[in-house]
């Protein structure tokens, strides 16, 4: 198994920012494509930004411009940089990857516990 902890969660204003990470524990694992979704209660989770090993990106529309993902495969970590943060923002951000046992098929999915953003005035 894979375990992801994301940390840099918090309460900010308007305008404000923060910046997301989430560490995946090695394992016998390999990480590929990894993910940040954003969860209210409510409603689905929303994928929000993902990067490939290769670091080659994607964003939803709503964030494009404001969020940035970047990754340090060294460190097993992926980053979500967030500016101008937005009332609508406010959301469980999780982490995810994909992983392959011993990098042979198939690929499995992970999740970390989420953190909390928070924003509001």
């Known amino acids: 198994q894979v375990q992801l902890v994301e940390s840099g969660g918090g309460s900010v204003q308007p305008g404000g920012s923060l910046r997301l990470s989430c560490v995946a524990s090695?394992?016998?694992?390999?990480?590929?494509?990894m993910a940040w979704y954003r969860q209210v209660p409510g409603k689905q989770r929303e994928r929000v930004a993902s990067i490939t090993k290769g670091s080659s990106t994607n964003y939803a529309d709503s964030v494009k411009g404001r969020f940035t993902i970047s990754r340090d495969n060294a460190k097993n970590t992926v980053y979500l940089q967030i500016n101008s943060l937005k009332p609508e923002d406010t959301a469980v951000y999780y982490c995810?990857?994909?992983?392959?046992?011993?990098?042979?098929?198939?690929?499995?999915?992970?999740w970390g516990q989420g953190t909390q953003v928070t924003v509001s005035s």
């Open positions: 995810n990857a994909q992983g392959r046992l011993y990098d042979t098929p198939p690929t499995r999915d992970f």
């Open positions: 090695r394992s016998a694992f390999s990480i590929g494509t």
